[in-house]
């Protein structure tokens, strides 16, 4: 435990961790304060309380300035409740970007809330981001380079009012950085739900594939090496693997791995490699883990882990530097436990039987950290605590006890900062408090 925030058994409630050049950024609820540590409890302050909400969605850019929304109450009135507007800080001081929402209302209706709600933040350059907000225009995309006059709203997609004159929302989701632009799904009420890209310009925000109408609900944007992948829905063939290179005629089904109205419904999209990892389901195998190199030849289940129609279930896919996926998946003879692939059947392992035989250890929050795997997971032994991978059943271990017995720490939050780990746990005696351990290999 770096320090007992507040002192004795109370909770810190610390949430939104985020490394930013060598110290950790995070929010303590409690307190609705913006928080900076290097790991130390001596180096560990308070950089600013907010009004109500507490900071979320901390963002670094490459300028070591980090964007995020939190409360801000000071033009309105006492009366009326905060809103969560856009701030930045350079881990030292914090401060209000721009109130974007400026206080709006409704039409007649000043009961709702007053936010912008900053949120979606992704860095296309140096100091500036794109994101989501919200104003009289609904909640469309904006920009922002950290400077009042360089915060604006980069188009107004749906360009439409409700005839009590709200405005209709674009409500751009799914941002997702590729090259220098901003992938994202964005609705219309002329074309629904479709994929659109900006490069922060007006006209450079176009929409990418219109399906006439009829939304495709992009999900699961994942850049691999400049090549947009994504989940997306369409008539005949229901929901399958697309990709795109940012143009209406490079937009296409990668496969049609199952035919049909729900069709293969591809999820857990993530890139090692260069090489495109995710689950799906066909009729024959279950939900499996499958892969694309951008191809339909190339897009093959990678292992029927748990073989027959029944699902090995894959969750929590995680790229690693070490070349494995690392997963959670159940093969019909241990619980669920930890697995790895390097995109071979035969390199499709268990890693660990963490909780041995039938039970299930259920792994979550997996991170990857130089080729280091960290995780929760449960077993007779331990409740919820922290454990750490490096890819095989010796290296495979709990490596702090932090509430020992069957309580359970319950760690959550990891984040990398200074050659070590963050995150939030329990203790007997101290509630949920920021914790740190060095990353040893």
């Known amino acids: 435990?770096?320090?007992?925030?507040?002192?004795?058994?109370?909770?810190?409630?610390?949430?939104?961790?985020?490394?930013?050049?060598?110290?950790?950024?995070?929010?303590?609820?409690?307190?609705?304060?913006?928080?900076?540590?290097?790991?130390?409890?001596?180096?560990?302050?308070?950089?600013?309380?907010?009004?109500?909400?507490?900071?979320?969605?901390?963002?670094?850019?490459?300028?070591?300035?980090?964007?995020?929304?939190?409360?801000?109450?000071?033009?309105?009135?006492?009366?009326?409740?905060?809103?969560?507007?856009?701030?930045?800080?350079?881990?030292?001081?914090?401060?209000?970007?721009?109130?974007?929402?400026?206080?709006?209302?409704?039409?007649?209706?000043?009961?709702?809330?007053?936010?912008?709600?900053?949120?979606?933040?992704?860095?296309?350059?140096?100091?500036?981001?794109?994101?989501?907000?919200?104003?009289?225009?609904?909640?469309?995309?904006?920009?922002?380079?950290?400077?009042?006059?360089?915060?604006?709203?980069?188009?107004?997609?749906?360009?439409?009012?409700?005839?009590?004159?709200?405005?209709?929302?674009?409500?751009?989701?799914?941002?997702?950085?590729?090259?220098?632009?901003?992938?994202?799904?964005?609705?219309?009420?002329?074309?629904?739900?479709?994929?659109?890209?900006?490069?922060?310009?007006?006209?450079?925000?176009?929409?990418?594939?219109?399906?006439?109408?009829?939304?495709?609900?992009?999900?699961?944007?994942?850049?691999?090496?400049?090549?947009?992948?994504?989940?997306?829905?369409?008539?005949?063939?229901?929901?399958?693997?697309?990709?795109s290179n940012g143009t209406a005629a490079g937009t296409e089904v990668v496969r049609s791995i199952q035919r049909g109205a729900g069709g293969a419904m591809p999820t857990g999209l993530v890139n090692e490699r260069g090489t495109l990892f995710f689950t799906a389901v066909d009729a024959v195998h279950g939900r499996e883990l499958w892969k694309s190199n951008g191809t339909a030849a190339g897009t093959v289940m990678v292992k029927d882990i748990r073989p027959g129609p029944q699902s090995s279930g894959p969750l929590h896919l995680t790229a690693s530097a070490d070349g494995n996926v690392y997963f959670t998946a159940t093969d019909g003879v241990y619980g669920r436990e930890l697995w790895k692939s390097n995109g071979t059947a035969a390199g499709t392992v268990l890693v660990n039987d963490i909780a041995p035989g039938a039970p299930a250890s259920n792994p979550y929050d997996l991170h990857s950290y130089s080729g280091h795997l960290i995780f929760t997971a449960v077993n007779a032994y331990h409740n919820a605590e922290p454990w750490t991978s490096g890819g095989t059943t010796a290296t495979t271990s709990v490596f702090a006890e932090i509430y020992p017995g069957w309580t359970g720490s319950y760690p959550n939050g990891y984040a990398y900062a200074n050659n070590s780990v963050f995150f939030s746990a329990v203790d007997n005696g101290h509630g949920r408090e920021l914790w740190v351990a060095p990353i040893t290999k």
């Open 1 to 243: 435990m770096i320090a007992d925030i507040p002192p004795g058994d109370a909770s810190a409630y610390v949430t939104t961790m985020v490394g930013m050049r060598g110290r950790l950024l995070y929010s303590w609820n409690n307190e609705r304060a913006l928080m900076v540590s290097d790991g130390t409890a001596a180096g560990t302050r308070m950089i600013r309380r907010f009004e109500s909400p507490t900071p979320r969605y901390i963002t670094p850019s490459a300028s070591g300035i980090a964007f995020f929304s939190a409360g801000y109450n000071t033009h309105r009135s006492q009366s009326e409740e905060s809103g969560s507007e856009l701030w930045a800080t350079n881990g030292s001081t914090a401060r209000l970007v721009r109130d974007i929402s400026k206080g709006y209302c409704a039409p007649d209706d000043c009961t709702g809330d007053p936010s912008s709600n900053p949120h979606g933040f992704v860095a296309i350059g140096p100091s500036e981001v794109v994101f989501a907000a919200r104003n009289y225009n609904g909640t469309e995309l904006w920009k922002s380079n950290g400077t009042w006059a360089g915060t604006v709203m980069v188009r107004n997609i749906a360009a439409a009012v409700t005839s009590e004159g709200f405005g209709i929302s674009s409500d751009p989701t799914d941002l997702t950085r590729v090259g220098s632009e901003a992938f994202f799904s964005a609705y219309t009420p002329a074309n629904g739900r479709e994929l659109w890209k900006s490069n922060a310009t007006t006209v450079g925000t176009v929409v990418v594939h219109d399906r006439a109408g009829a939304s495709s609900n992009p999900g699961w944007l994942t850049d691999v090496n400049g090549t947009l992948y994504f989940a997306a829905t369409a008539n005949q063939i229901g929901r399958q693997l697309w990709k």
